[in-house]
C-alpha cells in the first residue's frame, strides 16, 4: 500500500483506486508483461506499476488488447482527469460499456497477417536481377525499420541493394555498412545532398540488375511485396512500371484515427483545382482492404516511393528528369511512360508502411517551382487527356465527373428558352454529368465547362478557373454580337446568319445536348493537340 501512496503523491483515495485497479488488472489479460518489456520498457522493476504510473503518460499501451491513446481521445473526460485509463477502464468504463480499442500493434498485426491472403506468391522459372536503390539522408531510424527482416520479407530470392548516401551527417552509412545480409548490398556515397532525380539516376547506370526498384528509405515493407510486384511485371505484357500499396503508420497525434494505418497511395490521379490541375493520391485515408484498393489494376502514376521498372526502359526514357527537386518527378516519369504507351500497375498485394517522409524534409518550398516545369512540359497533355476522360466518364486520369455551369439571364422571362436550357440540362445530366443552372453572375471556377445563353452578361468578371472551356450559346433571333467574343472559347448556334471570321462558330440544329459533347471534343482535340 506505500508505494501506491508515494505514487499518488499521497492522495488516500487515489491510491486505494490504483490499488483495487491492480489487483483486477493483475488477474486479466489487459496486462502484457513480457510484450510491455519488449515494446515499451524493459526493466526489473515492477512493469505495471511503472504502467500505471509512469507509461501511461507516454502513451505505452499495457498489451495487444487495450490501446492507452484511442482510450483517451474517446473519453475526452478521463483525460482531463489525468486518470490512467486502463485504471478508468477496469473500476468504471467497464460497466459503463465503454469501448476499449486494441493495440496499434495487434492492429497492424492484424493488416500483415490479413494481406497474406491476398498473396500471389509467384514461382518463376527463372527471377531476373533485381537492382533495388534506397536514397537516404540522415535516416538511420528509418533505415533500422527497413532492413528488419528485409531478405525474409522479400518473398524472391535474386535481388541487389543499393544504398544511395546523400551526404549524411548521422552514422546512416557506419549502420549500413555493418549489417550482416546474405544479398549483396553496395554502398554509394555522394559529398553533396544530390536531388531525389539525379541519385537514383546515377545509382540506376551503375546498378547490375535487369529490373531497378526505387524504395524510399522511410519504408517498412511487409512479407512477399518484391514477389507480388515481380510477378504483376513478369506475367503481362507492354509492362512499364509497377507501384505498390502504400499504407501510413500509426501517428499519435491522428486523434480521430482516420489516418493511421489507412492508405496513403493506392495509385495516382489528377484533379481540376485553384492550381488548374493537381496530381494526388487516389483512394487517400481509405481502408486498406476497401474494395477500391484490393485489386491490382492500371494507373496512370504510381509514387516513386516504391516504384519497379525494367532498366532498359528506365534509361531509354531518360530516367527521372533532373529539373525536379523532390517532388513530381515520379508523376513526370509516369507521364513519359504513358506517352510512350507503355502500361502503369499498382499492385495491390505488394503491402508496405510509408513513414513519409525524411528524405524529403525540405521540399515545401520546391512544390511551386517543381509544378512550373511539370506544367511547362504536360500542360496540353493533362488538359486534353483530363478533359477527354471526364467527358467519356473512364476514370482513369480524373475521377471526377465533368462539371457543366448554364448560365442565362433571359431564360425565365423567354419561354422557348427556358425550355431549350432545361431540356438540354435534362440531356447532359443523362450522360452523367453534373449540370447547375445559374442566373447570376458570380464565382464559377469548381465548373469544367461554362455554357452562357446571354450576350450581355459580363463573364470576364466573375471567378472563372483559367483552362475551364468558355462557350457562348446563341438561339435565333439574336441579334447582339457586340460583347466581347474573345473571352469565349467558341460559340454554338442554330442560326447559319450569324459568322464572325474571327471567332470559331458551331451551327447545330439537332440533337443539341451530343451534338455539343461532339463539338467539345474536337475543341479540345485541336486546342490542347
Known amino acids: 500500500m506505500l508505494n501506491f501512496l508515494v505514487k499518488s503523491n499521497f492522495n488516500i483515495k487515489e491510491s486505494l483506486n490504483y490499488k483495487r485497479a491492480y489487483n483486477i488488472i493483475l488477474n486479466s489479460e489487459l496486462f502484457d508483461e513480457e510484450f510491455y518489456k519488449e515494446n515499451f520498457y524493459s526493466s526489473d522493476e515492477d512493469l505495471l506499476m511503472h504502467y500505471l504510473f509512469e507509461g501511461y503518460k507516454e502513451d505505452f499501451d499495457p498489451s495487444l488488447n487495450f490501446n492507452t491513446l484511442r482510450y483517451y481521445y474517446a473519453y475526452p473526460n478521463v483525460k482531463k482527469s489525468d486518470l490512467n485509463p486502463l485504471v478508468h477502464y477496469v473500476l468504471w468504463g467497464k460497466n459503463e460499456n465503454k469501448k476499449i480499442f486494441p493495440s496499434s500493434i495487434l492492429e497492424k498485426q492484424n493488416i500483415i497477417e490479413e494481406n497474406k491472403k491476398y498473396l500471389n506468391n509467384y514461382e518463376f522459372d527463372e527471377e531476373p536481377l533485381v537492382s533495388i536503390i534506397i536514397l537516404n539522408r540522415n535516416g538511420r531510424e528509418n533505415l533500422e525499420i527497413l532492413f528488419k527482416d528485409f531478405d525474409k520479407k522479400t518473398n524472391y530470392s535474386n535481388f541487389e541493394v543499393i544504398l544511395v548516401d546523400n551526404a549524411s551527417d548521422d552514422d546512416s552509412v557506419d549502420y549500413v555498412k555493418s549489417l550482416d545480409v546474405d544479398y549483396p548490398l553496395i554502398v554509394m556515397e555522394n559529398e553533396e545532398n544530390l536531388s531525389f532525380s539525379k541519385a537514383n539516376n546515377d545509382a540506376a547506370k551503375a546498378s547490375n540488375g535487369e529490373y531497378v526498384l526505387l524504395l524510399n ?88 516511393a516504391v516504384l519497379l521498372v525494367k532498366k532498359s526502359l528506365y534509361l531509354d526514357i531518360g530516367g527521372l528528369d533532373e529539373d525536379y527537386f523532390y517532388c513530381f518527378e515520379d508523376v513526370d516519369f509516369s507521364l513519359k511512360l504513358h506517352k510512350a504507351n507503355y502500361d502503369i500497375y499498382y499492385c495491390s498485394s505488394a503491402l508496405l508502411f510509408h513513414y513519409e517522409s525524411y528524405t524529403r524534409k525540405d521540399n515545401s518550398e520546391n512544390v511551386a517551382r517543381n509544378r512550373k516545369v511539370l506544367f511547362s512540359k504536360w500542360y496540353n497533355y493533362l488538359n486534353r487527356h483530363i478533359f477527354m476522360d471526364m467527358i467519356e466518364s473512364k476514370e482513369f486520369f480524373c475521377d471526377a465527373k465533368l462539371k457543366i455551369m448554364i448560365v442565362s439571364e433571359k431564360f425565365e422571362n423567354k419561354k422557348s428558352d427556358e425550355e431549350f436550357i432545361l431540356n438540354l440540362k435534362e440531356e447532359l445530366e443523362n450522360k452523367n454529368y453534373t449540370v447547375k443552372l445559374s442566373n447570376k453572375i458570380k464565382s464559377f471556377k469548381n465548373f469544367d465547362v461554362i455554357i452562357s445563353f446571354s450576350d450581355n452578361l459580363d463573364l470576364e468578371t466573375s471567378k472563372i478557373r483559367e483552362n475551364a472551356i468558355k462557350v457562348l450559346w446563341l438561339n435565333k433571333n439574336n441579334d447582339s454580337m457586340n460583347l466581347n467574343l474573345d473571352f469565349y472559347d467558341f460559340i454554338i448556334t442554330n442560326d447559319k446568319n450569324i459568322s464572325n471570321s474571327n471567332h470559331e462558330i458551331y451551327y447545330i440544329e439537332s440533337n443539341y445536348a451530343n451534338e455539343f459533347i461532339k463539338t467539345l471534343k474536337e475543341y479540345i482535340i485541336r486546342k490542347y493537340n
Do not use: C
Not at 506475367?235 to 482516420?258: C, I, M, R, T, W
Open 217 to 304: 528509405n522511410d519504408i517498412e515493407p511487409t512479407y512477399g511485396w518484391l514477389n507480388e510486384m515481380m510477378g504483376i511485371m513478369l506475367n503481362n505484357e507492354n509492362v512499364g512500371s509497377v507501384g505498390a500499396k502504400l499504407l501510413y503508420p500509426y501517428f499519435k497525434e491522428d486523434k480521430s484515427h482516420q489516418r493511421s494505418f489507412k492508405i496513403q497511395h493506392g495509385g495516382d490521379i489528377f484533379a481540376f483545382g485553384d492550381n488548374l490541375i493537381r496530381p494526388h493520391n487516389q483512394y487517400k485515408f481509405f481502408n486498406p482492404f476497401d474494395e477500391h484498393v484490393s485489386h491490382t489494376r492500371k494507373a496512370i502514376s504510381v509514387t516513386g
